[in-house]
């Protein structure tokens, strides 16, 4: 089955500044890459979806990027605000949908 | 509005004491299905459906059953509720099954204590 690693250690930033997390799995490349936002105590909300045979996706101040021969997304946050903590969770969508443990991304004001 | 329930969303039982959380959606959604999350393993599906009928075990099947009777329930059971069933639950729907892209909406989780 896939391993999947995000982030190991919780990303502080400073308001304004780019946050960039990194999702690496290791077996086979899924059909669709997915991203979420988890809050402390809720369900975690959906974000975004990348193909494989897409290499970069954007929504707002939202882009990930999908690399197949690295077997990894990146997920960046830019011109971060303090409502952007949270914990996000890449998930590798194939014929199951596996997540990452997440990374939890704190901006300071 | 769109959305997942769940049913208690917070629970304390006793070992051995049989346990039901309910799940349902109004989104008439084909896919649903269970995940718990522990600290530091993510999260880890428990069961799915298919549709009306159709079920199936995922990754962390023991100690937990479900059903599907309606398309928009999907309840959990735990038979005999053990300690290490202590963790966040959470239902989730989808259009379709996975792998085609579909994005899962979740529920607000239920977190369920076994002493």
């Known amino acids: 089955s896939q391993k999947i690693e995000q982030n190991s250690e919780a990303l502080n930033i400073q308001e304004g500044k780019t946050a960039t997390l990194t999702c690496n799995y290791t077996n086979y490349s899924p059909a669709y890459l997915q991203w979420y936002r988890q809050d402390p105590g809720r369900g975690p909300v959906f974000l975004l979806l990348?193909?494989?045979?897409?290499k970069e996706k954007r929504k707002e101040r939202l882009k990930v990027t999908f690399d197949t021969t690295l077997k990894q997304s990146l997920f960046h946050i830019t011109a971060s605000q303090p409502a952007d903590s949270a914990t996000y969770l890449c998930?590798?969508?194939?014929?199951?949908?596996?997540f990452g443990a997440g990374t939890t991304v704190t901006v300071r004001a | 509005e769109a959305q997942v329930t769940q049913n208690p969303r917070y629970l304390i039982t006793v070992t051995g004491k049989k346990l039901t959380v309910t799940c349902s959606q109004n989104m008439n959604h084909e896919y649903m299905s269970w995940y718990r999350q522990d600290p530091g393993l993510g999260l880890r599906q428990i069961y799915y459906s298919m549709n009306v009928e159709v079920t199936d075990k995922g990754d962390v099947p023991e100690g937990y059953k479900v059903s599907r009777k309606e398309k928009r329930n999907f309840p959990l059971i735990l038979e005999s509720p053990s300690p290490n069933q202590t963790s966040l639950y959470f239902c989730a729907s989808s259009l379709s099954r996975q792998g085609e892209g579909y994005e899962q909406y979740f529920g607000p989780g239920t977190r369920l204590t076994v002493t």
């Open positions: 990348i193909r494989e045979n897409e």
């Open positions: 998930a590798l969508d194939d014929y199951k949908l596996s």
